[in-house]
């Protein structure tokens, strides 16, 4: 069969139009959020032969980040495996990833991905696949370094620069992340990472306002993504709604864009749970939107995929009377800390167990409980994945807990170090006043209330 070469010039072996089409589809669907990435399953089912093909289906499957995963997996990385002997070295260094991905050997997995990078810079999914994995365990460098990786080589590709703006913001390289996110969108004005990545310049920066206007202009280019990266887009911009006090504006978008896309998929689900919980500290009222996402997420069962994930799925079954659910997880994380077997063991022990416990101390309203065993987790909370936005969850757990337990003075601290990136926030503000009130500090309580006056054009 003649050689073919994919959608970035990269040699194919063993593939048919066909299969070819649903390999260029796996590329660009997966770099680009595209719902054609699924194509791939149809064209691996359809050319068994095709090694790359069927390595990519198996990687698919992976991403579900669930229980399930492997199994789906299975049988294309077998097939994958089976080809894998007329394959090119880099199909074949894809398919060892596919099977690295499916035995949870994440370390040996993102060091193959660098290298491949470093040998073929313009493998956009090893360089995706990377960096996925050096930010589910909070390797930021090393997100950053894989990306590095695909330059020159990749300079013409625009989710290249928008994967490389994001680890440079990971790596709070904001003037460097925002370089590297306006080149991803001048080859590519519709590019969504690019998007995601000012997102979170804008909100590290404090720019509030800068960040609505921003989201606003590109936010109908999302409309046609898969349902992680349109809602989690917009769970940024929902997140500067809550900060203007913009109440209706933000139920709007959990109801249009955040909520009901996929409610079967992890990320859609903790990006409800975590935005729901920031309406509720907010004092937003939510009405009965708990309801459905709790339903959903208690259908996970023993689910210790990601602890990140997890942890958040954790607070969503704290906030039902039912608690059986909830011992479930619990029971599934205390196993999980357990296994010294796992490459993720410390992060499990040593942070998800004590962030957990103090998560299920919230739910029972254990204030003191919940912000000394939180208080301890935060540190090193990176080390469970998920970006600085998204961890931001956990401190405003651990917030509640000291404002609920009455200690306004460590709460004066926290709240002080979080307007330095929300210096006009509404609910902050809000809360900064009540604090000032109960520290006896009256001149800045008053100072607090006038700034959040002028946020809400109250």
């Known amino acids: ?189 519709d590019e969504p990472w690019a998007h995601h990545a000012l997102a979170h310049i804008y909100l590290t920066r404090g720019d509030v306002a800068g960040g609505t206007v921003f989201l606003e202009s590109v936010a109908d280019t999302w409309r046609d993504l898969n349902s992680f990266m349109r809602s989690h887009n917009w769970w940024h911009l929902a997140l500067f709604y809550i900060s203007q006090g913009r109440h209706a504006d933000v139920l709007r978008a959990y109801d249009e864009n955040i909520w009901g896309l996929s409610k079967d998929y992890s990320q859609d689900q903790v990006s409800a749970v975590s935005l ?40 969503a079954l704290g906030r039902t009377d039912d608690r059986r659910a909830l011992g479930v997880m619990m029971d599934a994380i205390e196993a999980r800390a357990a296994d010294a077997t796992k490459h993720d063991h410390r992060a499990w022990a040593e942070v998800a167990l004590p962030a957990a416990r103090g998560i299920v101390a919230h739910a029972n309203r254990n204030w003191s409980e919940a912000a000394r065993l939180m208080g301890a987790a935060l540190p090193r909370l990176a080390e469970c994945g998920g970006s600085h936005a998204q961890r931001d969850l956990f401190d405003q757990i651990h917030l509640d807990a000291l404002m609920e337990n009455g200690d306004v003075a460590r709460a004066q601290q926290v709240l002080e170090m979080r307007r330095t990136y929300d210096p006009d926030g509404v609910p902050l503000n809000r809360m900064l006043a009540e604090v000032y009130t109960r520290n006896g500090l009256p001149e800045l309580a008053a100072q607090a209330r006038a700034r959040t006056a002028a946020a809400s054009g109250a």
């Open 1 to 189: 069969m003649p050689e073919m070469t994919d959608l970035y010039g990269l040699p194919v072996s063993g593939a048919d139009a066909a299969a070819l089409q649903g390999i260029d589809d796996f590329v660009h669907g997966f770099i680009s959020f595209q719902t054609k990435a699924a194509n791939v399953l149809a064209a691996a089912e359809a050319a068994p032969s095709c090694a790359l093909v069927n390595a990519y289906a198996a990687i698919l499957y992976m991403l579900l980040e669930a229980p399930v995963a492997p199994q789906l997996a299975a049988p294309f990385l077998k097939a994958a495996e089976a080809a894998a002997q007329n394959a090119t070295p880099r199909e074949q260094a894809t398919v060892n990833a596919a099977r690295l991905f499916h035995d949870g050997k994440v370390p040996e997995l993102i060091a193959l991905c660098e290298e491949t990078i470093r040998r073929y810079p313009r493998d956009m999914v090893m360089l995706k696949l990377g960096q996925y994995h050096t930010f589910n365990i909070g390797d930021f460098p090393a997100m950053l370094r894989i990306a590095t990786r695909a330059f020159p080589g990749a300079d013409d590709i625009a989710y290249a620069h928008g994967m490389l703006a994001f680890g440079y913001e990971e790596c709070h390289l904001l003037d460097q992340a925002e370089a590297a996110a306006r080149r991803a969108m001048e080859l590519r004005p």
């Open 276 to 315: 729901l919980a920031r309406l509720d500290f907010a004092g937003v009222d939510v009405g009965d939107r708990w309801a459905d996402v709790v339903d959903h997420v208690a259908q996970r069962g023993a689910d210790t995929v990601s602890p990140f994930l997890t942890l958040q799925y954790l607070y």
